[in-house]
């Protein structure tokens, strides 16, 4: 969500070049207390919970036979990069999964830390790092089920980089989520002139509309980096209520999921849930 990632890279698929952009750095850190204000500067963030998290949720679920009433997604490895404070990873945690978090940005991993650790589940379930995605790699090498990457693609300086590391800490089989805007006029006029300078939806310079990723390219890079496209979806941010909602159009923002060719996609719940996972309260699927 929101998180800053800078890919500078000498040889395909180097794991050990990456750099955060400095002065993007600075301007989330200086927001980086306000993640959990649900009416502040991510407020757009809180309520596209609404829409992503039962997205991921029924995706995982319709590719599975198997399941944990209370606890749909038990089992599944989850991997959240960009994290910022912890928006989607609390509500994936309350749904049952394992999740890690990752963000270059530290003050965001100690807001993350600071705000899970009120949930004794949450606090067990949830992990975060002060990392970039390629820092990772070589220790997580196939190790996650599933990769979540929300508003964080249009940020990467390497796209192709950052999706070839996708590929690689991602199980045979295993699904990549990603939100992001499209690049269009409309986008432009809208996300940025609109949303950030007029109505302040989201903080002034946020985003560069030339890093915004038309879905045809990334569905092209997905492709031909060993990724099988199921699913584009456009998504819509209506400003007056303060809500997301899924539309036909792309031309805005977006939502994608893809399987990483291999084994084809197994049951994710062959454990036996344990005394705290039965115990704890019924999974909800809203904003964290």
Same mark, same amino acid.
């Given at each position: 969500q929101l998180s800053l990632f800078r890919f500078t890279v000498k040889r395909p698929f180097s794991t050990s070049h990456s750099s955060v952009d400095s002065k993007e750095m600075k301007k989330f850190q200086l927001l980086a207390h306000k993640w959990?204000?649900?009416?502040?500067? #991510?407020?757009?963030?809180?309520? /596209?919970?609404?829409?992503?998290? $039962?997205?991921?949720?029924?995706? &995982?679920?319709? /590719?599975?036979?198997? #399941?944990?009433?209370g606890n749909p997604l038990f089992g599944i490895k989850i991997l959240d990069v960009g994290c910022g404070g912890g928006l989607l990873s609390e509500p994936l945690g309350r749904l049952g999964a394992s999740v890690t978090g990752i963000d270059p940005v530290e003050d965001n991993i100690t807001t993350a830390d600071q705000h899970k650790s009120f949930d004794p589940v949450l606090a067990k379930r949830i992990q975060y790092k002060s990392s970039s995605l390629e820092e990772i790699v070589e220790e997580s090498m196939e190790t996650f089920d599933v990769i979540v990457a929300s508003e964080v693609v249009e940020h990467v300086a390497d796209l192709e980089t950052f999706i070839k590391c996708c590929s690689q %800490?991602? @199980? $045979?089989?295993?699904?990549?989520? +990603?939100?992001?805007?499209? @690049?269009?006029? &409309?986008? #432009?006029?809208?996300? +940025? =002139? %609109?949303?950030? @300078?007029? /109505?302040?939806? =989201?903080p002034e310079g946020t985003h560069e509309w030339e890093k915004f990723v038309p879905p045809e *390219? &990334? *569905?092209?890079?997905?492709?031909?980096?060993?990724?099988? !496209?199921?699913? %584009?979806?456009? /998504?819509? #941010?209506? $400003?007056?209520?303060?809500?997301?909602?899924? !539309? *036909?159009?792309?031309?805005l923002n977006y939502? !994608?999921?893809? !399987?990483?060719?291999?084994?084809?996609?197994?049951?994710?719940?062959?454990?036996?849930?344990?005394?705290?996972?039965?115990?704890?309260? $019924?999974?909800?699927?809203?904003?964290?």
């Open positions: 959990w204000d649900e009416e502040g500067e #991510y407020a757009a963030l809180h309520s /596209m919970n609404d829409i992503r998290v $039962p997205f991921i949720r029924d995706t &995982l679920l319709s /590719m599975s036979s198997n #399941y944990h009433r %800490v991602l @199980k $045979p089989g295993g699904s990549l989520f +990603i939100t992001t805007i499209n @690049k269009t006029q &409309l986008s #432009y006029v809208l996300g +940025i =002139v %609109v949303a950030e @300078k007029i /109505m302040g939806i =989201v *390219e &990334l *569905e092209h890079l997905l492709e031909s980096n060993g990724f099988s !496209v199921k699913t %584009v979806n456009g /998504m819509l #941010y209506n $400003p007056l209520s303060g809500s997301w909602g899924w !539309v *036909e159009s792309t031309s939502a !994608v999921h893809a !399987v990483k060719s291999g084994t084809q996609a197994r049951s994710h719940t062959t454990d036996t849930p344990s005394e705290t996972d039965i115990e704890q309260r $019924p999974a909800t699927a809203g904003t964290a």
